[in-house]
T-cell receptor, first 110, second 115 residues
């Protein structure tokens, strides 16, 4: 186990709604990244937070946003959900050596 | 821009066979890191190895070994004497720069080991 936890494990939403996913980092890790993994594909980098500031972003629209809190836990928010947002959302924490992933949240948009 | 290619989408072997998973990468950076992750059916990505661009030594860990060749931009992964528990999707990933994060993943190789 990596010590990275995510909630909820599964979620069903309808198109146009908003969703918030949560991640608790491994102790001592001040960097958190979020990835989207569509079915049958590799994970795609969404963004990264370091000490509560966004310091890297992948090719995702602004309706994907995030927060990192002083205890290094993190949230991923997605507004105006689209059908293509259905995926496994993975959170990863690191302290500079490698990224350690949580179990993910499976989001289904109907 | 960086890119990782795993040409083998699916491999099927019989237990105890050796199997090699291929990974080819593209990057313009001279400093980068390469990774392999395992994703069992539960979905969680399990870290296997991290290798920096300045270290081309091959590495062996139990039944796992990795061959890094900068000349061919490849970072291949071999499982010796495969076991049913090795069945999973394996991802190769690249991180440019010195931080070792913000990964670019390949499409993955699904390995099925049959008894």
């Amino acid at each position: 186990e990596t010590g990275v936890t995510q909630s909820p494990t599964h979620l069903i939403k309808t198109r146009g709604q908003q969703v918030t996913l949560r991640c608790s980092s491994q102790s001592g890790h001040n960097t958190v990244s979020w990835y989207q993994q569509a079915l049958g594909q590799g994970p795609q980098f969404i963004f990264q937070y370091y000490r509560e500031e966004e310091n890297g972003r992948g090719n995702f629209p602004p309706r994907f946003s995030g927060l990192q809190f002083p205890n290094y836990s993190s949230e991923l928010n997605v507004n105006a959900l689209e059908l293509d947002d259905s995926a496994l959302y993975l959170c990863a924490s690191s302290a500079g050596l490698a990224e350690y992933f949580g179990p993910g949240t499976r989001l289904l948009v109907l | 821009a960086q890119k990782v290619t795993q040409a083998q989408t699916e491999i099927s072997v019989v237990e105890k066979e050796d199997v090699t998973l291929d990974c080819v990468y593209e990057t313009r950076d001279t400093t980068y890191y390469l990774f392999w992750y395992k994703q069992p059916p539960s979905g969680e990505l399990v870290f296997l190895i991290r290798r920096n661009s300045f270290d081309e030594q091959n590495e062996i860990s139990g039944r796992y070994s990795w061959n890094f060749q900068k000349s061919t931009s490849s970072f291949n992964f071999t499982i010796t004497a495969s076991q049913v528990v090795d069945s999973a999707v394996y991802f190769c990933a690249l991180s440019e720069g010195e931080a070792g994060n913000m990964l670019t993943f390949g499409g993955g190789t699904r390995l099925m080991v049959k008894p």
